[in-house]
């Protein structure tokens, strides 16, 4: 009696070349460098950091004052903006997916709320007759929040993540037994 070859038990049984792990090790490292980038958390820290007037050195990767004479923008300016972009530049916005319109139209909610809050509260904020510095702080917050709602746009941030994780999930040798991560999203089929 001929015994049946099961082709999962067959695959596993094939060595693992080193660089089949080199090629899957790496491809690991590019994904969490990616989402590294792209975390929310990373981005309203840097948003922070330039808010204040810093800019971070690539060598260093340190932030370093731009103009050591200028004064900080208010910490109450800061900590507001950064309560209310944290509530947009989340994953959930960025994993979502948002027709152009729908951007069009949150975009003019948050430039609505940035000019009558860098208006009505400019005084208390330190820059009452700074007008350069209350379009700085704007052009920064809302080149921010666009550059996220853009990244949601039609979905295209949740497909480039879903597919490089797929590719990696397919491309990893100790993952030839297991089920892959999109299979584990099918739970309705």
Not at 13 to 21: F, L, M
Not at 50 to 57: A, D, L, S
Not at 81 to 107: A, G, H, P
């Amino acid at each position: 009696m001929e015994q049946e070859i099961n082709p999962l038990q067959q695959q596993t049984d094939i060595p693992i070349s080193a660089d089949e792990i080199y090629a899957a090790n790496l491809q690991e490292e590019r994904i969490k460098n990616l989402i590294e980038q792209i975390s929310p958390d990373n981005q309203l820290l840097d948003l922070q950091w330039r808010i204040k007037g810093y800019v971070k050195n690539p060598l260093t990767q340190q932030y370093e004052k731009i103009d050591k004479n200028a004064p900080e923008p208010s910490p109450l300016l800061i900590s507001g903006y950064i309560s209310y972009l944290s509530s947009i530049m989340s994953q959930n916005t960025t994993f979502s997916n948002y027709s152009s319109q729908e951007i069009n139209r949150i975009m003019g909610l948050v430039i609505k709320w940035l000019t009558d809050d860098l208006t009505i509260n400019a005084d208390k904020y330190g820059i009452k007759d700074d007008y350069t510095e209350r379009t700085r702080i704007g052009h920064i917050i809302l080149n921010e929040t666009f550059s996220t709602f853009k990244r949601a746009q039609n979905g295209m941030e949740s497909k480039r993540i879903f597919s490089s994780l797929s590719m990696s999930e397919t491309s990893n040798p100790y993952n030839q037994n297991k089920k892959s991560f999109i299979d584990a999203l099918k739970f309705w089929k």
